[in-house]
């Protein structure tokens, strides 16, 4: 699977920000998906997770009735609506693919593929 993230940008606090993730080279709705964040000097966490069904999500507690994660099956893309952003959301974040198991982890070795990263800087 290719992953092609996209939508990041600099961004005052309280706004708001959608992004993409592109998704190809496998049948769309059979993995699960999430988008993890980094920020300098942390460890990579699992931010939202959604499953080959749209039926499950998870949300990490610091983003719950900020953000939302959506997938649409026709255009094989990803999305992480970010609203109410806060300088501690700034970050590289991530789209990955899990193909088997649960629908999320928060172990990223579990996850098979990854994209390339968005910088998402949120100024206060």
């Known amino acids: 699977v290719q992953l092609q993230a996209s939508g990041g940008g600099l961004v005052q606090a309280g706004g708001s920000l959608r992004l993409s993730c592109a998704a190809s080279?496998?049948?769309?709705?059979?993995?699960?998906m999430g988008w993890f964040r980094q920020a300098p000097g942390k460890e990579r966490e699992l931010v939202a997770a959604?499953?080959?069904?749209?039926?499950?999500?998870y949300y990490t507690n610091s983003v719950k009735d900020r953000f939302t994660i959506s997938r649409d099956y026709a255009k094989n893309t990803l999305y992480l609506q970010m609203n109410s952003l806060k300088p501690e959301d700034t970050a590289v974040y991530y789209c990955?693919?899990?193909?088997?198991?649960?629908?999320?982890?928060?172990?990223?070795?579990?996850?098979?593929?990854w994209g390339q990263g968005t910088q998402v800087t949120v100024s206060s």
């Open positions: 990955a693919v899990k193909l088997g198991g649960s629908y999320y982890s928060q172990d990223r070795n579990e996850y098979d593929f």
């Open positions: 080279g496998r049948t769309f709705s059979s993995y699960h």
């Open positions: 959604i499953s080959r069904s749209v039926v499950s999500t």
